[in-house]
Every structure is written in C-alpha cells, then in structure tokens.
C-alpha cells in the first residue's frame, strides 16, 4: 500500500513512517522541517521538503499523493504556550495546512485522511473521563486550531465523500520526544533536566494530572484508523491510555529535585475515555507511562 505522512521528520510522525515501512508499505514524507529532524526520516521513504501551509504547494501535494491510499496528517505547530505567544503563526500552519492537505488529498482521489487531533479542545473540564461527546472549549490558540481542523476533516466527508477520521492524542512520549526549547513535552523536558544535573521545573502546584499516551501506541491507533471499515465519517476519537499522573508524581518516578517556577493557564486534569477506540478501532493502549520510565 502507498502511504503519504505530513510531519513524517516529527516525533509521532516519523515512529508512523518507521512502522509503515517495517510493514512493507512505500511511503512518502511531506515536511517543511521547521520543527521536525531529518534525522528522523527513514532512509526508505521517499522526502519531499515542502511547507503544506503554502498554496503554491498545493499542485506539489496532489503529485505526491497520486495513488495513495490513505494520509497521515501529523504535521503541526505543536504546544499550547508558543502559540499564545504567535497565534498568526499557528494559524497558518495548523489551519491552512490541514485545509490545503485535505484539498490535495480531495482532489488526488485519497480514500481516507487521519488527522492528528488534540486533548487540549476538550479545555479545562471538571468531569473525568474525558468522553467525545462533550462539547469542547478550547483554552488555547492551538487548541482551537486542532478543533477546527476536526471540523474540517468532517466537513469534508460530508461535501466531498472523502474518508476522514481525527485521532484525539493525549500526552504523547516516547523515544525521540523533544527534550529542550518551546516543543518539549513535560517528559522529555524532566529527563533532560535530569541528565543535565538540574531540579525539575514544575508549573503551578504539580498536582495537575495528564493521560501520558506511549508513542508506539499512537502509532498503532493511526494504522488502524487507516484499516477500520467503522470509521471514515469524520469521527473524533480518543487516544489516549485511560489513566493519569499528576506531574509531581512523574517527577517522584524519574527521581529529581522539584523547583515551582510560577503559575501557566493549563487544564487541571485530562483523563481520556478509550471506549470509542476499542469498539470502532479495536485499539487498547500497551504502555504504562511507569514501566516505560522504570523498566525491569
């Protein structure tokens, strides 16, 4: 099968193309690398350097995803703080890049679209777990970003009968995460600091808990995506593993000394229901954030 992954030199897209290809699927990465690595790209996949946010790509994309099957769109402006800072920015990128992938991919005769949606639309909730029916209430420039992009993808199902389906990650880590500067997750920044010898800078009280998602298991939700013969209608979907940590507690397990650095506007808790994903993907998360960190 013929596969095209927007973002394949980021950190979640470049694990997707790494099991695509150990499938035996031929792939194609579309990546400005303005925030991917090309290090991350799989030496078998075919790289093509282009900016999805520009339209005068756009003639660019509908030849590379002549014959393709399916579209990973992994590629984004990702974090919530960088994107207060610059929403305009954001916006192009993460708006106008979904808008003109689904276009290609419209106009190139793709069967399905899988998006790489966000937790973060869901807003600061009091109820737990996190269900897809809840009305969402983005507290972030890219929060609302991702959402738009949801909708997007389901308009286009409906208009144009192209198969969508948006995958809502939850705190995603793993091997090749960002480590440093404005694209580290709190993971990768902790391991960091405690490599380097220094305390582990915490927001607010530490007591805010997040749905930590292991890499490879967001992988596999978007292979299964691409396959399910119960998606394809633009429905939104959790990813996430269905338990959380307090960030104080992540910092007990990696074992550093705590420094509070100030208050951030953040949602007190994620907590993701996974039923949708078992009954429309038959996907369960592996990976526990614990064994993962603290391997035997």
């Not at 507290?139 to 199902?157: D, M, N, R, T, W």
Request: negative net charge; contains cysteine; hydrophobic residues 35%.
């Amino acid at each position: 099968m013929k596969y095209l992954v927007t973002g394949g030199a980021g950190f979640i897209g470049g694990h997707l193309v790494d099991k695509l290809i150990e499938q035996g699927h031929e792939v194609i990465v579309v990546d400005n690398l303005s925030t991917g690595i090309k290090s991350n790209i799989n030496p078998k996949a075919t790289f093509i350097n282009a900016d999805i946010s520009e339209r005068i790509n756009r003639e660019e994309l509908c030849i590379a995803m002549e014959n393709v099957d399916t579209v990973f769109h992994c590629a984004a402006l990702a974090r919530v703080q960088p994107s207060i800072q610059n929403p305009q920015k954001y916006h192009k990128a993460n708006i106008d890049g979904t808008l003109n992938v689904l276009l290609s991919a419209r106009d190139s005769k793709v069967r399905r679209v899988v998006y790489s949606a966000s937790s973060s639309a869901y807003g600061d909730q009091k109820q737990m777990p996190l269900t897809e029916d809840m009305p969402t209430a983005p507290i972030s420039p890219y929060a609302l970003h991702k959402l738009i992009g949801e909708q997007y993808c389901f308009v286009f199902s409906k208009c144009y009968g192209l198969e969508t389906v948006s995958l809502r990650y939850f705190n995603v880590y793993g091997e090749r995460q960002a480590v440093d500067g404005a694209y580290s997750t709190v993971i990768g920044t902790f391991l960091k600091q405690k490599y380097d010898g220094h305390k582990l800078t915490i927001t607010n009280d530490g007591e805010q808990r997040r749905d930590f998602t292991y890499v490879g298991d967001v992988v596999d939700a978007n292979i299964k995506a691409a396959t399910s013969d119960k998606v394809g209608n633009g429905e939104v979907i959790n990813i996430g593993k269905g338990s959380n940590y307090s960030v104080n507690e992540v910092a007990d397990l990696i074992s550093g000394e705590k420094e509070f650095i100030g208050d951030r506007l953040e949602p007190r808790e994620t907590l993701a229901d996974n039923t949708r994903a078992k009954e429309l993907l038959d996907w369960s998360p592996k990976m526990d954030l614990k064994d993962w960190l603290l391997p035997d």
